[in-house]
Every structure is written in structure tokens, then in C-alpha cells.
């Protein structure tokens, strides 16, 4: 069974930096792709960002390119998401997500296991 625990969630003011994390539970974490997506109030759900397993390869939505990034350590069964540069625009929950097999994948529909989520609100 796959477990992701999200993280880092919290207040922070327009400009300021959050760094979210996503720890997951089993064996092959090394061999999954890890999407971060967002749901804010009365919205649909969004994709964010998305690692390969060796972090080869990211991905960004236009929203949060040059802002956000993405990384994971295999090691601790982790995966980070930095935002710096926050705006208002950004609060929402977000939520960590696994697909258990490698590759590039933007739709929520293309994950396997969702966490709870971490919710981040940020204050103009």
C-alpha cells in the first residue's frame, strides 16, 4: 500500500517562499513518477509540477514556471516542491501524487495515490 504524507504547508506573505514535502511509503518509491497538484476554493484541481523517478526530467504548469521547482531524494522516499516568489494566486491545497511507473503525466487522472494535502495561504 502507498502512503504520501504532504508537509510545509502554511501562512506566508506575497514575495515569500514555502517549501512543501511529500514523504512516501514503499519499496519502489526510486521508480515513480511524483506530481504536485492544487485545488483552490470553487476550482478545479490543477496540475503544478511532476518529476521522473531520477528527476531526469520536470515539468512545470505556466502558472508557476520560474517560480516553483521541483525535486525528490529517492533515498528518504521524498519529494519536495520550493515556491518562492508566492502570490496571492497561489493559496490553495495542494496535494502530492504518485503514478507508479515513469514518465511525464499532467493529468490528475494519470495518478495512482493522492495524499491528503497541505494547505498554503498567502497573504497579500
Known amino acids: 500500500q502507498v502512503q504520501l504524507v504532504e508537509s510545509g504547508g502554511g501562512l506566508v506573505q506575497a514575495g515569500g517562499s514555502l517549501r512543501l514535502s511529500c514523504a512516501a511509503s514503499?519499496?519502489?518509491?526510486?521508480?515513480?513518477?511524483m506530481g504536485w497538484f492544487r485545488q483552490a476554493p470553487g476550482q478545479e484541481r490543477e496540475f503544478v509540477a511532476t518529476?521522473?523517478?531520477?528527476?531526469?526530467?520536470?515539468y512545470y504548469a505556466d502558472s508557476v514556471k520560474g517560480r516553483f521547482n521541483i525535486s525528490r531524494v529517492n533515498a528518504k522516499n521524498t519529494v519536495y516542491l520550493q515556491m518562492n516568489s508566492l502570490k496571492p494566486e497561489d493559496m490553495a491545497i495542494y496535494y502530492c501524487?504518485?503514478?507508479?511507473?515513469?514518465?511525464?503525466?499532467?493529468?490528475?487522472?494519470?495518478?495512482?495515490?493522492w495524499g491528503q494535502g497541505t494547505q498554503v495561504t498567502v497573504s497579500s
Open positions: 518529476i521522473t523517478w531520477n528527476g531526469g526530467s520536470t
Open positions: 514503499g519499496r519502489t518509491f526510486s521508480s515513480w513518477t
Open positions: 501524487a504518485a503514478r507508479l511507473s515513469s514518465g511525464i503525466f499532467v493529468r490528475g487522472r494519470d495518478y495512482d495515490y
